[in-house]
T-cell receptor, first 111, second 116 residues
C-alpha cells in the first residue's frame, strides 16, 4: 500500500453542495494529518490538521479521522467556485518529521 | 501574517549549471524543509534541517544537492550540476518546534526551476 492515497478525481459538485474528499494511509504516516489546498501553479495552503479520532470543524470545513480504518476525509460545506482546486492530503509519523503527500484530488465546483 | 518567502520565483538554467534557491523561513520557526513537485505529480520531500544540520533526507537528495543556513534568516538549496529531470517546482517550508505531531508546515510560494 502506498503511504498516502487519494483519488485523483476530478470531483465535480454543484455550487452550494457538500464536497467530500477522501484519503487512506499506511502505518508509516499514522500520527497526524493535514489538508492543503493547491491552486494550479501555486503552493500548498494549509486548511486543517487533525490527529485525534473523530471530527474537527473550522468554518465550512470538517476533517474526519478514523484510525481503525486508516481513513481521513475533508468535507467542504456550501461549496463555492473559489473552492475549485487540488486538495492534498498529507500525513506524518511524529513531531516535526517530513510530510508525506498524496497525489491530490482535483475538485471542481460548478456555478 | 508572517510567511515563508522564496526567491527567485522562476529560474531558467542550462543543464550542468549550478543553481541556488533561496528561502526566508518564518522568523520564529526552527524546522526547515525543501520539497519539490514535478509538473502533474505529487509533492515530494527532499530534506529537513534543524539546529544547523540535516535531520532527514530522502533518496532524491543525492550528492548533487546541498542545503545551508548561511545566516540567521536565509535557508538555501543548491543543486551542483543540474539535470533535465531537476525541472520542477521547489517549495521551502518551515514549522515551529514542538513535540505535538500536529505542528503544521507553512509553505513558500515556490521557485519554478526550468532546466534547458
Amino acid at each position: 500500500q502506498k503511504e498516502v492515497e487519494q483519488n485523483s478525481g476530478p470531483l465535480s459538485v454543484p455550487e452550494g453542495a457538500i464536497a467530500s474528499l477522501n484519503c487512506t494511509y499506511s502505518d508509516r504516516v499514522s500520527q497526524s494529518f493535514f489538508w492543503y489546498r493547491q491552486y494550479s501553479g501555486k503552493s500548498p495552503e494549509l486548511i486543517m490538521s487533525i490527529y485525534s479520532n473523530g471530527d474537527k470543524e473550522d468554518g465550512r470545513f470538517t476533517a474526519q479521522l478514523n484510525k481503525a480504518s486508516q481513513y481521513v476525509s475533508l468535507l467542504i460545506r456550501d461549496s463555492q467556485p473559489s473552492d475549485s482546486a487540488t486538495y492534498l492530503c498529507a500525513g506524518r509519523n511524529s513531531g516535526n518529521t517530513p510530510l508525506v503527500f498524496g497525489k491530490g484530488t482535483r475538485l471542481s465546483v460548478i456555478a | 501574517e508572517p510567511e515563508v518567502t522564496q526567491t527567485p520565483s522562476h529560474q531558467v538554467t542550462q543543464m550542468g549549471q549550478e543553481v541556488i534557491l533561496r528561502c526566508v523561513p518564518i522568523s520564529n520557526h526552527l524546522y526547515f524543509y525543501w520539497y519539490r513537485q514535478i509538473l502533474g505529480q505529487k509533492v515530494e520531500f527532499l530534506v529537513s534541517f534543524y539546529n544547523n544540520e540535516i535531520s532527514e533526507k530522502s533518496e532524491i537528495f543525492d550528492d548533487q544537492f546541498s542545503v545551508e543556513r548561511p545566516d540567521g534568516s536565509n535557508f538555501t538549496l543548491k543543486i551542483r550540476s543540474t539535470k533535465l529531470e531537476d525541472s520542477a517546482m521547489y517549495f521551502c517550508a518551515s514549522s515551529t518546534q514542538g513535540t505535538m505531531s500536529n505542528q503544521p508546515q507553512h509553505f513558500g510560494d515556490g521557485t519554478r526551476l526550468s532546466i534547458l
